[in-house]
């Protein structure tokens, strides 16, 4: 049974990718790891590559941004794998799992300590509210690839 936002309500859906430097240094299977062991459970994810114009308008809120170009470079330069992940306070627990987004700053065992290389590799993406899990997630996948 699919999950619809609307705003007063809390979801138990949130989104991630695995970004470019997780995939390529061979990390998928380590960090799906930690996020079933976690307790989420995947509800819909794929390994794919966001264009150029994917990556704007994926990331516009942070076009007026000096790092936007990188940002975008760096989003399109490989694979990445988009997810869809449910579970109890899920945008939460899960920005919690993967902690701070500079990985010298994120708690001992968090995805992004473990995995990410600095600021802007920072190995994974993780919704920052109910509402854009639920934009973001219906970015990367239609109706019928949520489960």
């Known amino acids: 049974m699919h999950k619809f ?3 007063d309500m809390r979801t138990d859906r949130t989104f991630t990718m695995l970004k ?3 995939v390529e240094k061979g990390h998928i299977g380590a960090i799906l790891e930690k996020i ?3 307790g989420f459970r995947i509800v819909a994810m794929k390994l794919t590559q966001m264009t150029t114009d994917d990556a704007k308008a994926f990331y516009a809120i942070h076009k007026e941004r000096p790092f936007f170009g990188e940002l975008v470079e760096y989003m399109t330069r490989g694979p990445i794998v988009a997810a869809i992940l449910e579970k109890e306070n899920a945008v939460a627990d899960f920005r919690t799992l993967i902690g ?3 990985p010298e700053e994120a708690a001992e065992g ?3 300590k473990l995995y990410a290389a600095s ?3 920072n190995a994974v993406h993780g919704s920052d509210s109910d509402e854009n899990a639920a934009i ?3 970015f990367h996948f ?3 690839e949520q489960f």
Do not use: H, K, M, V
């Open 20 to 22: 470019p430097d997780s």
């Open 119 to 121: 600021i802007g590799e």
């Open 5 to 7: 936002f609307t705003p």
């Open 110 to 112: 968090t995805i992004r």
């Open 100 to 102: 701070a987004t500079n």
């Open 142 to 144: 239609a109706g019928r």
């Open 36 to 38: 079933t062991a976690a």
């Open 136 to 138: 973001e997630g219906n």
